[in-house]
């Protein structure tokens, strides 16, 4: 079976983590653990990093630091992986979904404006499978209308924005590092951000609202929540991020060699790049047209039977039982691609026979 997508673990991850377990330095307090945010915030060249349990997690404190709670709105696209979305709900805010654009498949900027209400607090731009939303029009609306912005890079980590790295364009950036993300600590996610006490109050929530006193009691002012990475994950995030450029040239380079081998064939509409973007391709991401003479699921199983694992897109989180009553507007091509859209293997370690083989089977 050519997987989907797995880790890829070649440097220091031995090394670093043996560390932690004989100085027993294991759990959530250690060395390694600033040394990662302060290593990761070093390269995507933002203020401040916070660890997190999983991206999720950064999502939730991103939503509470910036005080987004009951009766707020947060726009979101509805064509993700549920989590973001969950995570609106989770602070007792309610998600309103706008469609998104085709070529793309990320957030429609066009049409964000029409679904603001006095209940608005925020954007929630998913720059999903490693394309960058357009942020220069997301934070226009955002000064405009006086609106927080969240950005979930948890697929996009490697991809820029005219130059800067995802997730530190908008108030505050999230990102996960699960397993199969571009680095990963089997679990883990980061919350990032260029105004320090938005990062601040993520990290003082994320430890319990932890305050030690004098004579070694702890006092928590408000609710908190242990929502902290241990030093044991984040010593394989620092020796995962000692190899992210290697990783990231990795994706590029598989999705070049994808679209060249797929570039005429007939039904089959690939990724694309706009101008301004650096897409990291962190999955390889096609469309199945009705002219390609059989359905996407068709060639899903086609795939499978040939030992290739493959995955259609995220289905629509406006059609999920939770969230079928949430405002949203027309979704046509949010549906469309949820019919349409199919991710195909891009491991960091995928050789190019089986590019070719992938390539040969859906020719």
Same mark, same amino acid.
Request: glycine share 8%.
């Given at each position: 079976?050519?997987?989907?997508?797995? &880790?890829?673990?070649?440097?220091?991850?031995?090394?670093?983590?043996?560390?932690?377990?004989?100085?027993?330095?294991?759990?959530?307090?250690?060395?390694?653990?600033?040394?990662?945010?302060?290593?990761?915030?070093?390269?995507?060249?933002?203020?401040?990093?916070?660890?997190?349990?999983?991206?999720?997690?950064?999502?939730?404190?991103?939503?509470?630091?910036?005080?987004? !709670?009951? !009766?707020?709105?947060?726009?979101?696209?509805?064509?993700?992986?549920?989590?973001?979305?969950?995570? *609106?709900?989770?602070?007792?805010?309610?998600?309103?979904?706008?469609?998104?654009?085709?070529?793309?498949?990320?957030?429609?900027?066009?049409?964000?404006?029409?679904?603001?209400?006095?209940?608005?607090?925020?954007?929630?731009?998913?720059?999903?499978?490693?394309?960058?939303?357009?942020?220069?029009?997301?934070?226009?609306? +955002?000064?405009?209308?006086?609106?927080?912005?969240?950005?979930?890079?948890?697929?996009?980590?490697?991809?820029?924005?005219?130059?800067?790295?995802?997730?530190?364009?908008?108030?505050?950036?999230?990102?996960?590092?699960?397993?199969?993300?571009? *680095?990963?600590?089997?679990?883990?996610?980061?919350?990032?951000? @260029?105004?320090?006490?938005? +990062?601040?109050?993520?990290?003082?929530?994320?430890?319990?609202?932890?305050?030690?006193?004098?004579?070694?009691?702890?006092?928590?002012?408000?609710?908190?929540?242990?929502?902290?990475? &241990?030093?044991?994950?984040?010593?394989?995030?620092?020796?995962?991020?000692?190899?992210?450029?290697?990783?990231?040239?990795?994706?590029?380079?598989? +999705?070049?060699?994808?679209?060249?081998?797929?570039?005429?064939?007939?039904?089959?509409?690939?990724?694309?790049?706009?101008?301004?973007?650096? @897409?990291?391709?962190?999955?390889?991401?096609?469309?199945?047209?009705?002219?390609?003479?059989?359905?996407?699921?068709?060639?899903?199983?086609?795939? @499978?039977?040939?030992?290739?694992?493959?995955?259609?897109?995220?289905? &629509?989180?406006?059609?999920?039982?939770?969230?079928?009553?949430?405002?949203?507007?027309?979704?046509?091509?949010?549906?469309?691609?949820?019919?349409?859209?199919?991710?195909?293997?891009?491991?960091?370690?995928?050789?190019?026979?089986?590019?070719?083989?992938?390539?040969?089977?859906?020719?």
């Amino acid at each position: 079976m050519i997987p989907l997508c797995i &880790p890829e673990i070649r440097g220091n991850e031995w090394k670093y983590i043996k560390e932690c377990l004989d100085t027993n330095w294991v759990s959530s307090v250690g060395s390694y653990v600033n040394k990662f945010e302060e290593d990761f915030a070093r390269y995507i060249h933002a203020k401040k990093a916070v660890v997190t349990m999983n991206g999720t997690a950064a999502l939730e404190l991103a939503l509470r630091s910036l005080g987004i !709670g009951q !009766g707020d709105e947060v726009i979101v696209s509805s064509l993700t992986f549920i989590s973001p979305v969950n995570t *609106i709900k989770y602070v007792g805010a309610e998600p309103v979904f706008v469609d998104v654009c085709r070529d793309t498949y990320v957030m429609d900027v066009d049409k964000i404006e029409k679904m603001i209400t006095p209940k608005t607090k925020a954007i929630l731009p998913v720059h999903i499978y490693g394309h960058p939303v357009d942020m220069d029009k997301v934070m226009e609306i +955002a000064k405009k209308h006086n609106l927080y912005v969240i950005e979930d890079a948890t697929e996009s980590l490697g991809s820029l924005y005219k130059g800067k790295a995802v997730g530190t364009i908008g108030h505050i950036g999230c990102f996960s590092f699960n397993g199969n993300k571009l *680095i990963t600590t089997g679990g883990g996610g980061m919350l990032v951000s @260029n105004d320090e006490k938005f +990062a601040e109050k993520a990290k003082f929530l994320s430890t319990q609202t932890k305050v030690v006193e004098e004579n070694k009691s702890f006092y928590h002012p408000e609710i908190g929540f242990n929502y902290r990475m &241990p030093n044991v994950l984040a010593a394989m995030g620092c020796a995962q991020l000692e190899n992210i450029d290697e990783y990231i040239q990795a994706k590029r380079d598989h +999705a070049m060699y994808y679209n060249e081998l797929l570039k005429d064939v007939k039904g089959i509409t690939l990724p694309i790049e706009k101008i301004g973007a650096r @897409n990291v391709h962190w999955l390889y991401a096609v469309l199945i047209e009705e002219d390609y003479g059989i359905s996407r699921d068709e060639v899903i199983k086609r795939l @499978n039977e040939k030992g290739i694992e493959a995955r259609p897109f995220f289905m &629509p989180v406006h059609h999920m039982p939770p969230y079928k009553e949430c405002k949203h507007g027309d979704m046509i091509i949010t549906d469309e691609l949820g019919e349409r859209g199919i991710n195909l293997p891009s491991s960091v370690s995928l050789k190019r026979e089986d590019i070719e083989y992938i390539c040969s089977i859906l020719s």
